[in-house]
């Protein structure tokens, strides 16, 4: 157990809707990441928060979004879902600075199948 | 610029063999190489990572290679044992941003 939760485990909505998927990460550590795994794309990394701050951003759809709460925890919010958006998305959280290229450790995701 | 090519695709390695995974990057920004192993149902979990001022770092039966003017990393498991079976995972990383490979299937036969 990698001390880092995400609910729900599943979640299945239709196309159009908008979902929100929750994660909170180890104690004590502050850089929450977020991703994107599917079969075509791969693992892709969506955006970092840091302490409640935008830190770094990567292949992160405009229909995607994502805050950080000042207890830490963190949303993903993705919005007009289309089938293409049926994934794993996985959280993963670090203690160590702001950085991405540092220790991260991921909790076991949420699946969702957009139908 | 972005990649990070991973191969194989799949590999099936006898009990008590040597698993050898390969992957390449383009970026010279990026500055730490991870590799993460993921069970079916599971998230990926870190299991070794390096950066680029050494050559080589071991960790109990696994062990990266890096190759810095190459551009190029390995993940070497030795002794293979079943357990071992999993998707791995290579990455490359920067200060900003991280890439990861398609991953490898391991099968590692009883």
């Known amino acids: 157990d990698s001390g880092v939760t995400q609910t729900p485990k599943h979640l299945i909505t239709a196309t159009g809707q908008r979902v929100t998927l929750r994660c909170s990460p180890r104690s004590g550590d502050l850089s929450v990441y977020w991703y994107q795994q599917s079969l075509d794309q791969g693992l892709q990394f969506l955006i970092q928060y840091y302490n409640g701050e935008e830190r770094a951003k990567g292949n992160i759809l405009e229909r995607f979004s994502a805050q950080q709460f000042p207890d830490l925890h963190s949303e993903l919010n993705l919005s007009s879902l289309e089938l293409g958006d049926s994934a794993l998305y996985f959280c993963?959280?670090?203690?160590?600075?702001?950085?991405?290229?540092?220790?991260?450790?991921f909790g076991q995701g949420t699946r969702l199948t957009v139908v | 610029q972005q990649q990070v090519k991973q191969s194989p695709q799949s590999l099936i390695v006898q009990k008590g063999g040597i698993s050898i995974i390969n992957c390449a990057y383009e970026n010279t920004a990026f500055d730490y190489f991870p590799w993460y192993q993921q069970f079916p149902g599971k998230g990926p979990a870190l299991l070794i990572a390096?950066?680029?001022?050494?050559s080589e770092k071991k960790e109990g039966r696994f062990t990266i290679s890096f190759n810095k003017s190459a551009k190029q990393f390995s993940l070497h498991i030795m002794d293979s044992q079943p357990g071992d079976s999993a998707t791995y995972f290579c990455a490359a990383s920067s200060n900003d941003k991280i890439i990861f490979g398609k991953g490898t299937r391991l099968h590692i036969l009883p």
């Open positions: 390096i950066r680029p001022d050494v």
């Open positions: 993963a959280s670090s203690s160590r600075g702001g950085a991405v290229n540092t220790e991260a450790f």
